[in-house]
């Protein structure tokens, strides 16, 4: 799947303090999280928490909860299905004057919906 590959690509490439990655499934997010602990990035909430992961893939459902005041970087692995998530999920980056990035993985069909 080319976004994974992209994934990795911009991980190597860029020097990431946190970053949270959003899926729109549970399936999805497990797939993933799976993928980037067999690359040596674990993506646990408790780790992220903590501060020993620098990476988190989540759903947007508990996005709200995640103890983290603001993001650097948050990517959509795949764009939320209405734009309320979608503010809901990019919200969490660069708060109180910091400035934030947010990277979108879309197909054309999921910019077309």
Do not use: H
Request: charged share 25%.
């Amino acid at each position: 799947e080319w976004k994974l590959d992209t994934l990795f690509d911009l991980y190597d490439t860029l020097a990431i303090a946190q970053v949270i990655i959003f899926c729109n499934t549970r399936q999805k997010t497990e797939w993933l999280r799976e993928k980037m602990n067999d690359r040596g990035f674990p993506a646990s909430l408790i780790e992220f928490r903590m501060g020993t992961t620098r990476v988190l893939v989540i759903t947007g459902l508990p996005s709200c909860n995640i103890g983290v005041r603001q993001l650097p970087l948050i990517i959509n692995y795949e764009l939320p299905s209405d734009n309320e998530s979608y503010v809901q999920r990019v919200g969490r980056r660069g708060r109180f004057g910091r400035k934030g990035v947010i990277i979108n993985f879309a197909t054309k069909e999921e910019y077309k919906t």
